[in-house]
């Protein structure tokens, strides 16, 4: 994975990813999709979701997508169909990371980037408030873009801390939260909404939400299955535990949430060539070698650069054969960064292409000038090969496995 594409894939920061057009709310109706770039699939379940958003230029996909996913819930459960504010939370979330990185003497991560956990932690901690209340748009901006705000708050911190000063003074927070305010807006304690008065914590209540109801869920083998480790990534500042579980039960877990009517979160490497989110598809080609190749194809292979080689690999324009992927494989490309953490996404249903093959249909928060208005389809070999972990209910977790990891009996239908 190279840095600089992370930071274009998760800030969304490309031009070509920010119109004013807001794309329908799905109704869960399955359809079939006919695109120029050679594939042709064909909605097998979805689960109702909201509005695609746009993050724009900043790198706040771990927010939008829990957020998105928490707007599933409240609409899951008959609730009203909501629009709550990531802001709220990334404001939050900002103060806190501030704190442990000053405690932490700089030793940890600051950025941008976070996790799923992080919209947990805020839900639990602070509550939860409706766009409309909190934009987090106070900078003059129509859309979001944070690169002056992190800019300045990583040197309003690395400034506070210069020298390693034996004593922090009693301002600093004080004086980091301005920053946020200054940007953001003053956070909000009390609003109305529909003539009723709210707290972000009683509002929160008020859409059902509950902090305990959710679980992280990865799959490696430097830990033991079927106990809670804190996933190795530099964004997971919060040192949040996830489940671990062989990824035949992740992927069990998953198609057994849809299925059920529930959405997933998922944080997945996007560094691949064939992540192809303007063609809306993700694939994980078998790599092309000598050994599997014969005739002219081969004759035209051996007289190709490094690069050439590599580019061919991705070059499809329709189904074509992918690699296995197992749990070995999997591990192997975390452990020598092949796997990185890229970005946040909410898969919201499951497909095929014309040949039969399995994918999920994931929803992004990168606008929707794209071939299927800010969705795509993933195969089942891209999801897993390169995903880091997911965050469910823990209702639509399949029971024998929810056993084997110490939470309480699914709800619903079981596999």
Avoid at 223 to 235: I, T
Avoid at 284 to 294: A, H, S
Avoid at 370 to 391: E, L, N, W
Wanted: aromatic share 12%; net charge negative.
């Amino acid at each position: 994975m190279k840095r600089i594409f992370l930071l274009a894939a998760c800030a969304a920061s490309l031009s070509a990813f920010a119109t004013d057009y807001t794309a329908p709310a799905f109704d869960g109706t399955a359809d079939e999709k006919t695109d120029s770039t050679g594939f042709v699939f064909k909605d097998i379940k979805l689960v109702k979701t909201g509005p695609v958003r746009d993050q724009n230029k900043s790198g706040t996909c771990w927010c939008f997508c829990t957020t998105t996913f928490l707007e599933d819930e409240v609409r899951r459960k008959g609730g009203p169909e909501v629009d709550l504010s990531e802001m709220f939370t990334v404001n939050h979330a900002y103060r806190d990371k501030a704190r442990k990185y000053a405690m932490m003497d700089g030793k940890i991560n600051f950025a941008q980037g976070g996790a799923a956990a992080d919209v947990i932690y805020v839900l639990r901690n602070y509550g939860m408030v409706p766009e409309s209340v909190y934009s987090g748009l106070n900078y003059g901006e129509g859309k979001h873009s944070h690169y002056e705000l992190a800019d300045g708050l990583q040197g309003y911190l690395d400034g506070v801390m210069k020298g390693g000063k034996k004593k922090m003074s009693t301002a600093w927070q004080k004086g980091f939260d301005g920053i946020l305010d200054a940007y953001f807006g003053e956070l909000p304690t009390e609003f109305t909404v529909d003539g009723k008065k709210y707290t972000p914590q009683s509002y929160a209540k008020a859409l059902g939400l509950n902090p305990d109801d959710y679980i992280n869920i990865t799959s490696f083998t430097h830990h033991p299955f079927y106990q809670p480790f804190a996933l190795e990534v530099a964004d997971n500042w919060l040192w949040d535990q996830s489940q671990n579980v062989p990824i035949d039960e992740l992927q069990a877990i998953v198609d057994n949430a849809i299925e059920n009517g529930y959405t997933v979160v998922w944080a997945a490497d996007v560094s691949e060539g064939g992540f192809k989110w303007k063609d809306g598809v993700a694939l994980m080609p078998e790599v092309k070698t000598g050994d599997n190749l014969e005739g002219s194809e081969l004759a035209r292979w051996v007289k190709l650069s490094d690069k050439e080689r590599e580019n061919s690999t991705y070059d499809f324009h329709g189904p074509v054969k992918e690699m296995t992927v197992t749990q070995e494989n999997r591990q192997e490309m975390f452990d020598n960064k092949q796997t990185t953490d890229d970005h946040g996404m909410v898969i919201v249903g499951i497909a095929e292409d014309q040949e039969g093959n399995k994918y999920y249909k994931v929803k992004n928060s990168w606008d929707t000038n794209q071939i299927y208005d800010g969705f795509f389809y993933c195969s089942v070999p891209y999801f897993r090969a390169k995903t880091m972990s997911i965050m469910v209910n823990k209702e639509s977790v399949p029971e024998k496995i929810a056993k084997k990891i110490g939470i309480a009996p699914a709800k619903g239908k079981k596999k």
